[in-house]
């Protein structure tokens, strides 16, 4: 015969065991949960980190940097390097061989992206959709212009190379104000001059090897820009602020398109450099 005692004990322990079941099935539940709403979160998250990694790359790759800001005005900068480099289209190549073969398979989703865009000689940034830089890294050239109806108000310069023997300035005007600073290994040069937004200005530099020039206004069909030509073998450092009169704003990105899908997520978006 069963005793009460025992009795009471074995209704205990069931009572107790099925405690345990119900709460760790429970726990099991709202951790799987968890884990899903933490993935879900993740997905947007791992896209945005993929686009800021390859930008960096590309930002290495063509040795260039870029930033918008914009209130009562706008206002670019860029800053890079003029040389003699014809390594960077294969650069391109293989990084997007690498991106596309090696580092995309290893990550969420399903990526893809084609960089021949920025490998056809060319690499293009857009300031939204109000101004482009281009540096045509064969020819070595660099070219910022507003792709809208933006007046320039003025343009800061700084340029850097070795050699540098004199100068000669090309230009009238009076609506526009440049401040260029030219800093060589021996020589040095600063200049304020006025210049009219829709006329051609330019400043030929000449050094030992060859020569560059800085054009202002209107260049190539476009006004209020600005485009520096190098035709040297040395390298030109060179950093571009220039003013306008509109207040309009937007990323800065380059012309190249990153493809991502992930359960509820299927977007193309352009690499951005600055958010």
């Given at each position: 015969?069963?005793?009460?005692?025992?009795?009471?004990?074995?209704?205990?322990?069931?009572?107790?065991?099925?405690t345990?079941?119900?709460?760790?099935?429970?726990?099991?539940?709202?951790?799987?949960?968890?884990?899903?709403?933490?993935?879900?979160s993740?997905?947007?998250i791992?896209?945005?980190?993929a686009?800021?990694?390859?930008?960096?790359?590309?930002?290495?790759?063509?040795?260039?940097?870029?930033?918008?800001?914009?209130?009562?005005?706008?206002?670019?900068?860029?800053?890079?390097?003029l040389?003699?480099?014809?390594?960077?289209?294969?650069?391109?190549?293989?990084?997007?061989?690498?991106?596309?073969?090696?580092?995309?398979?290893?990550?969420?989703?399903?990526?893809?992206i084609?960089?021949?865009?920025?490998?056809?000689?060319?690499?293009e940034?857009?300031?939204?959709?109000?101004?482009?830089?281009?540096?045509?890294?064969?020819?070595q050239?660099?070219?910022?212009?507003?792709?809208?109806?933006?007046?320039?108000?003025?343009?800061?310069?700084?340029?850097?190379?070795?050699?540098?023997?004199?100068?000669?300035?090309?230009?009238?005007?009076?609506?526009?104000?440049?401040?260029?600073?030219?800093?060589?290994?021996?020589?040095?040069?600063?200049?304020t001059?006025?210049?009219?937004?829709?006329?051609?200005?330019?400043?030929l530099?000449?050094?030992n090897?060859?020569?560059?020039?800085?054009?202002?206004?209107?260049?190539?069909?476009?006004?209020?820009?600005?485009?520096?030509?190098?035709?040297?073998?040395?390298?030109?450092?060179?950093?571009?602020?220039?003013?306008?009169?509109?207040s309009?704003?937007?990323?800065?990105?380059?012309?190249?398109?990153?493809?991502?899908?992930l359960?509820?997520?299927?977007?193309?978006?352009?690499?951005?450099?600055?958010?």
């Amino acid at each position: 015969m069963i005793s009460k005692k025992g009795f009471l004990f074995t209704i205990s322990v069931i009572f107790f065991a099925s405690t345990l079941v119900f709460f760790a099935q429970t726990f099991s539940t709202n951790n799987n949960a968890n884990e899903a709403r933490i993935i879900d979160s993740a997905r947007g998250i791992n896209l945005f980190s993929a686009g800021d990694d390859i930008s960096f790359d590309l930002e290495r790759i063509f040795g260039i940097n870029a930033d918008y800001n914009y209130g009562s005005t706008s206002s670019t900068f860029v800053s890079g390097v003029l040389s003699d480099n014809p390594t960077i289209s294969t650069s391109i190549s293989n990084y997007s061989t690498f991106l596309n073969n090696s580092f995309f398979p290893r990550v969420t989703g399903t990526k893809s992206i084609d960089l021949s865009s920025l490998s056809d000689g060319v690499m293009e940034v857009f300031f939204g959709s109000f101004f482009e830089f281009d540096y045509d890294y064969q020819n070595q050239t660099a070219f910022i212009y507003p792709l809208q109806s933006n007046v320039l108000q003025s343009v800061d310069i700084n340029l850097y190379s070795t050699d540098f023997n004199t100068y000669q300035w090309v230009g009238t005007g009076s609506e526009v104000t440049l401040n260029i600073h030219f800093y060589g290994d021996s020589n040095s040069l600063s200049l304020t001059k006025t210049v009219d937004t829709s006329s051609a200005s330019s400043l030929l530099l000449i050094f030992n090897d060859a020569n560059a020039v800085v054009r202002f206004g209107s260049v190539l069909g476009k006004t209020s820009a600005v485009f520096i030509d190098s035709n040297r073998v040395s390298a030109i450092n060179y950093s571009i602020k220039s003013n306008y009169s509109s207040s309009s704003g937007g990323r800065v990105f380059f012309n190249a398109i990153l493809r991502n899908t992930l359960t509820g997520i299927d977007s193309n978006s352009f690499i951005v450099l600055r958010r």
